[in-house]
């Protein structure tokens, strides 16, 4: 089974609109750490957001929230009132106990893009 | 600047003609760790190490070597390159705290990878 399923290739959403992408994991540990990145067109890996297992609180920076769900082990990005230059893919991961190696598992990846 | 820096960026080369792609990083992490990304299938580990002189591999480590003689460097090495290991590579580095906490990988830019 997949680690982390993103099940939306691409997305395409209008300027100042909210929009959610999907990440599903599946892990037995109780300890764990989710993850987005951004990757604009220019290649490079974006820090977005960290939950962890145990918060209780959805994380925010910005306009950014992780909608996260442990019973339905989902971890959605929000990201509020979107720009033009929100347009680029977007990756969930989850990081799970592996003593030493600080392993991120990545899904496939949703390609966002802002229509102006 | 904190960063993670790769070269080259860009590569195109023959089918068996080795090459390395240097990744220096100026945090002082522990951990270093090399992925591959290619479409559909999102990023996965090739090699990590946890200190100098300490890696081991990650997911997909066929075809590939690394070093670490220094903590800041962290070479990923094709011996003989096939065309199946074209990509788009990327260095990574973080602090080391056992596995699932939220410490965030910061990537390197990335370099892209043409075997002919």
């Known amino acids: 089974a997949q680690k982390i399923t993103q099940t939306q290739p691409g997305m395409f959403v209008q300027e100042k609109e909210a929009v959610t992408l999907d990440c599903t994991y599946d892990?037995?540990?109780?300890?764990?750490?989710l993850f987005w990145y951004k990757q604009p067109s220019s290649g490079e890996m974006i820090f977005l957001i960290y939950q962890g297992s145990y918060d209780e609180q959805n994380a925010t920076e910005g306009r950014y929230s992780l909608n996260f769900q442990k019973a339905r082990k989902s971890a959605n990005l929000v990201i509020s009132a979107s720009q033009l230059g929100d347009s680029a893919m977007y990756f969930c991961?989850?990081?799970?106990?592996?003593?030493?190696?600080?392993?991120?598992?990545f899904g496939t990846g949703t390609r966002l893009t802002i229509i102006p | 600047e904190a960063q993670v820096t790769q070269n080259p960026r860009y590569l195109i080369t023959v089918t068996g003609k080795k090459l390395t792609v240097t990744c220096s990083q100026n945090?002082?992490?522990?951990?270093m760790s090399w992925y591959r990304q290619d479409p559909g299938l999102g990023l996965r580990q090739i090699y990590y190490s946890m200190n100098v002189e300490v890696t081991d591999k990650g997911d997909v480590p066929e075809g590939y070597k690394v070093s670490r003689k220094e903590k800041r460097n962290f070479p990923l090495i094709l011996e003989s390159p096939s065309p199946n290991q074209t990509s788009l590579y990327f260095c990574?580095?973080?602090?080391?705290?056992?596995?699932?906490?939220?410490?965030?990988?910061?990537f390197g830019a990335g370099s892209r990878l043409t075997v002919l």
């Open positions: 990574a580095s973080t602090e080391i705290t056992g596995g699932s906490g939220a410490n965030v990988l910061t």
């Open positions: 892990t037995s540990d109780q300890s764990y750490g």
């Open positions: 945090m002082n992490h522990e951990y």
């Open positions: 991961a989850m990081r799970e106990k592996d003593f030493g190696n600080e392993k991120l598992t």
